[in-house]
């Protein structure tokens, strides 16, 4: 049995080695790097197992005892905002030790040496945070002394935590009890530290501690506490007292009186004007939220959002933040449905601002694990004002939206409702909050979705609505496709040029040369600027000066174009002339006889008729007979000088193809020399190839009439030709021409100043129709 016995003992002490005693916690702090915070405890710091919540555990020093007992029985019953929150406690069997788990906390001298580093000594957010800290455990000596009607029994630093919130919690419950013979701090009394001793327990007068309130005790301890803040190097009461701010020295002088009846009651001490600050009401409120009024909620939530940045960090962070967080988790738990979609109370509406300026100055992680959950609860909330609220300030926190939760229903899909509500402020809040989360919205909600819903807004009856939304279209344009830029911009905002309110007009205007970069040349000439013309004769000024100010700047734009278009016309003619084949030179064909070879000078001063351009290939007889192929050469004059329209060169023609010089001629041509001569051009044309016509020149022997084939050719009676005879031919044969070479002549010649072209029908003298 003895063996039996030492072996449950052994293992029960190697179970509670390096854990919690059992209990569903882990420990984070090594034993030997333990804070000695406490006589009888060691603490460390831990997580739950369940959800990795932070926590603080103490554990015994020594197997359990009276004391360590004591104190897990206290915690477990004393419930109070200002007592350290008990969590769970074990007290192991077997000669184990005993394990307490707490909300996170951290010693009194660790917490003032961190805001003094922080703040800096005697600063002002020291003075509040003390000042918030002491009342906090005045008014736990109220619950303990004045309404359960124990004595502490040590109350000294060591037994003061404060939590990542800044907030004091009383703990330390090993020596209390009811004031009676029995009581802990009776029997153990020699553990307190003198310093903090009352002169009744020094003295040890039990009759008088019995016989006196029951705070007596306690509050000459905490008037030691507050010297000992002030001046770490406190010895006594007696020498020290006057190392405490003039607010606190009334205080102090009471508490520490010499008869225990004369001493401050904790309940009056808080009515001390030393704690009137707006600081420590709020803190104050904030404790009794649950219990307040909803037109008291509000002004203290205007009031909380208005002095948000004089609050110390992790106070707002730590303190201010859960508690606001827990309203909603409140009333979603109250206020649900079915469908998902619950209603709070209006007056939650106005903590929003005061919970996104706290989140603000969160890291971007620690604002998606502490606020974003609950952001997210709150756009399935039915309450127009917290939807309301939650779009005015979606600038502050879509920074923390990734796409995917934008695009769900319950961001994306939960916004669009508002859009075509009946709250004309909503609509326009609606449409201001697509500035903050367009960039991540799905190619389908943006380009599709979206663009519907702002359709139909430029027409709704709200002209500040139109005119946002044309707003609000001009900044996201970077974020649509370009199919829908091409779709949507220039008739959403010619849309804008004329309705009928100015701020709309001017709205269009300034989004349209926004966005110019989304448009062409093309579209500035034939709409932008017919759009825009209306505009300069405007009722209101302010858009009449945009708008010349507008066309002004277009007006530049379109000449630069339009001198870059010569540039670029100019280097085309040039890059067409670089690149056509020079021909080969052509042998003249030898003549068999001397009447062959030689050639009376004809009459008029004319050139001989092999020197002459020849326009119809030799067995030419009608336009009919043009080459099979789609590519003959046009013999439209493209490469003549367009700067001379208005006089068209008359192109010297041949009479006719046969002509003999007269036989009584006196001057006889030699022979010509090999010239270098252009292969002659088929004058067989198409219908429609010369643009030009012919400006009065006679009609060609043996060439096709223009008339016939709808050219523009003046009306004049056809010329009656004999039949061709057959003659010599100076130049030799044209070579035939590969299909490639004569595409490429006939497409110089068709297109020979890019995309510009003239109509082939004028309109009267110079004016011409320029196809763009």
């Given at each position: 049995m003895q063996f039996l016995k030492s072996t449950v003992m052994g293992l029960g002490s190697a179970f509670t080695m390096g854990s919690v005693g059992g209990l569903p916690f882990s420990l984070d702090t090594a034993e030997a790097e333990a804070k000695d915070v406490l006589p009888d405890f060691f603490l460390l710091h831990g997580k739950a197992k369940s959800d990795a919540s932070a926590v603080s555990v103490f554990k015994s020093k020594q197997p359990s005892s009276a004391l360590s007992q004591n104190a897990l029985r206290r915690m477990k019953t004393l419930r109070h905002p200002n007592v350290l929150a008990y969590i769970d406690g074990i007290d192991v069997p077997n000669n184990g030790h005993v394990f307490i788990v707490?909300?996170?906390?951290?010693?009194?001298?660790?917490?003032?040496?961190?805001?003094?580093?922080?703040?800096?000594s005697n600063s002002e957010e020291e003075k509040v945070l003390v000042a918030w800290g002491l009342r906090s455990i005045l008014s736990a000596l109220k619950f303990l002394n004045n309404d359960v009607k124990l004595i502490h029994g040590r109350l000294n630093p060591s037994s003061i935590f404060v939590t990542k919130g800044g907030e004091w919690k009383l703990g330390g419950f090993e020596l209390t009890g009811e004031a009676n013979m029995n009581a802990?701090?009776?029997?153990?009394?020699?553990?307190?530290?003198?310093?903090?001793?009352?002169?009744?327990?020094?003295?040890?007068?039990?009759?008088?501690?019995?016989?006196?309130?029951?705070?007596?005790?306690?509050?000459?301890?905490?008037?030691?506490?507050?010297?000992?803040?002030?001046?770490?190097?406190?010895?006594?009461?007696?020498?020290?007292?006057?190392?405490?701010?003039?607010?606190?020295?009334?205080?102090?002088?009471?508490?520490?009186?010499?008869?225990?009846?004369?001493?401050?009651?904790?309940?009056?001490?808080?009515q001390s004007a030393y704690f009137d600050l707006r600081f420590l009401k709020q803190m104050s409120f904030l404790d009794e939220l649950a219990i307040k009024s909803p037109?008291?909620?509000?002004?203290?939530?205007?009031?909380?959002?208005?002095?948000?940045?004089?609050?110390?960090?992790?106070?707002?962070?730590?303190?201010?933040?859960?508690?606001?967080?827990?309203?909603?988790?409140?009333?979603?738990?109250?206020?649900?449905?079915?469908?998902?979609?619950?209603?709070?109370?209006?007056?939650?509406?106005?903590?929003?601002?005061?919970?996104?300026?706290?989140?603000?100055?969160?890291?971007?992680?620690?604002?998606?694990?502490?606020?974003?959950?609950?952001?997210?609860?709150?756009?399935?909330?039915?309450?127009?004002?917290?939807?309301?609220?939650?779009?005015?300030?979606?600038?502050?926190?879509?920074?923390?939206?990734?796409?995917?939760?934008?695009?769900?229903?319950?961001?994306?899909d939960n916004i669009c409702t508002g859009f075509h509500d009946t709250s004309a402020v909503l609509r326009e809040y609606t449409v201001k909050s697509m500035l903050h989360i367009a960039d991540k919205l799905s190619d389908t909600n943006l380009n599709t979705k979206l663009m519907k819903f702002f359709a139909k807004l430029q027409t709704d009856p709200e002209p500040a609505i139109r005119t946002n939304t044309t707003i609000c279209l001009g900044k996201i344009a970077p974020h649509l496709s370009a199919a829908t830029r091409g779709k949507v911009l220039l008739p959403a905002f010619c849309r804008a040029l004329k309705d009928p309110f100015p701020h709309a007009r001017l709205a269009g205007l300034r989004t349209l040369v926004a966005c110019d970069e989304y448009f062409?040349?093309?579209?500035?000439?034939?709409?932008?600027?017919?759009?825009?013309?209306?505009?300069?004769?405007?009722i209101s000024p302010s858009v009449r000066d945009e708008t010349m100010t507008c066309m002004a700047d277009y007006i530049k734009k379109i000449k630069e174009e339009a001198a870059q278009m010569n540039v670029r016309e100019a280097e085309e003619r040039e890059r067409q002339l670089n690149e056509e084949p020079v021909?080969?030179?052509?042998?003249?064909?030898?003549?068999?006889?001397?009447?062959?070879?030689?050639?009376?000078?004809?009459?008029?001063?004319?050139?001989?008729?092999?020197q002459q351009p020849s326009y119809a290939k030799p067995k030419s007889t009608s336009s009919f007979s043009a080459p099979a192929d789609d590519f003959g050469d046009d013999g439209d004059a493209w490469g003549d000088d367009l700067d001379d329209l208005t006089s068209p060169k008359t192109v010297p023609v041949p009479a006719?193809?046969?002509?003999?010089?007269?036989?009584?001629?006196?001057?006889?041509?030699?022979?010509?020399?090999?010239?270098?001569?252009?292969?002659?051009?088929?004058?067989?044309?198409?219908?429609?190839?010369?643009?030009?016509?012919?400006?009065?020149?006679?009609?060609?022997?043996?060439?096709?009439?223009?008339?016939?084939?709808?050219?523009?050719?003046?009306?004049?009676?056809?010329?009656m030709t004999a039949p061709a005879v057959k003659t010599p031919i100076v130049s030799a044969a044209e070579p035939k021409k590969s299909l490639q070479e004569r595409r490429a002549e006939a497409k110089a010649k068709r297109e020979p100043l890019g995309a510009m072209k003239l109509q082939a029908k004028p309109k009267g003298g110079d004016n011409w129709d320029w196809d763009m």
């Open positions: 707490t909300e996170e906390v951290q010693p009194l001298d660790a917490y003032l040496e961190d805001i003094r580093a922080q703040y800096g802990p701090f009776v029997q153990y009394d020699h553990t307190v530290d003198p310093r903090f001793k009352a002169p009744e327990i020094a003295r040890r007068e039990w009759s008088s501690v019995f016989g006196g309130p029951t705070y007596a005790v306690d509050m000459f301890a905490l008037a030691c506490v507050v010297i000992f803040v002030h001046h770490p190097q406190f010895s006594s009461a007696s020498s020290d007292s006057g190392r405490v701010p003039s607010g606190l020295a009334t205080l102090v002088k009471r508490s520490t009186d010499s008869s225990p009846t004369r001493r401050l009651n904790p309940e009056q001490a808080l037109d008291e909620k509000v002004d203290f939530y205007k009031d909380l959002s208005a002095h948000i940045d004089a609050l110390p960090k992790h106070t707002a962070l730590f303190k201010v933040l859960p508690a606001l967080k827990a309203v909603v988790d409140f009333g979603i738990a109250t206020g649900g449905k079915a469908g998902g979609n619950y209603k709070l109370d209006p007056s939650e509406s106005h903590m929003l601002p005061a919970m996104v300026k706290i989140g603000s100055q969160l890291a971007p992680e620690e604002f998606k694990d502490q606020v974003l959950p609950t952001l997210i609860k709150l756009f399935g909330c039915n309450d127009r004002a917290v939807r309301l609220q939650l779009l005015q300030m979606m600038e502050s926190f879509a920074v923390h939206f990734d796409a995917k939760l934008v695009n769900s229903s319950v961001i994306f062409t040349y093309q579209d500035v000439a034939c709409a932008i600027i017919p759009a825009i013309s209306p505009l300069l004769l405007d021909p080969a030179p052509i042998e003249p064909a030898p003549t068999s006889t001397s009447s062959s070879s030689s050639w009376q000078q004809p009459p008029n001063n004319s050139t001989p008729s092999w006719a193809t046969s002509r003999r010089p007269p036989a009584d001629a006196g001057w006889s041509a030699a022979p010509p020399k090999p010239v270098h001569v252009t292969p002659p051009k088929p004058t067989s044309t198409s219908a429609g190839d010369d643009f030009f016509g012919d400006w009065g020149a006679p009609s060609s022997t043996g060439s096709s009439s223009r008339t016939s084939s709808g050219s523009m050719s003046l009306h004049k009676p056809p010329v």
